[in-house]
Nanobody
């Protein structure tokens, strides 16, 4: 069974940048869709960005133009480059992986905390 491990979270000032990475412990090719979700204190989990195995990307409205998601299957990683960070970007960021054509599977990472100070 594959596992997802996130890293790169931390404290950054508003306007700064941060890159977080998700590493798949097993076969990344089985997942059709991978992405990042976040949950701020007192709020529901929301989609930040996702990317399919063919490279199609989707972004949440609040991060469009500021965040970029990428997938490197050979290295078994999915990264999220965050720029022009705002205090409202603060939250725990979770890596997510889904398979839905040849199988039905969803895996979540443990999360990494991103804190943006004003």
């Amino acid at each position: 069974q594959e596992q997802l491990v996130e890293s790169g979270g931390g404290l950054v000032q508003a306007g700064g940048a941060l890159r977080i990475v998700c590493v798949v412990s097993g076969n990344i090719y089985r997942f059709n869709d991978m992405g990042w979700y976040r949950q701020a204190p007192g709020k529901q989990r929301e989609l930040v960005a996702s990317i399919t195995s063919s490279g199609f990307t989707t972004y949440g409205d609040s991060v469009k133009g500021r965040f970029t998601i990428s997938r490197d299957s050979a290295k078994r990683t999915v990264a999220l480059q965050m720029t022009n960070l705002k205090p409202e970007d603060t939250g725990v960021y979770y890596c997510n992986a889904r398979a839905y054509f040849s199988e039905n599977l969803e895996v979540w990472g443990q999360g990494t905390l991103v804190t943006v100070s004003s």
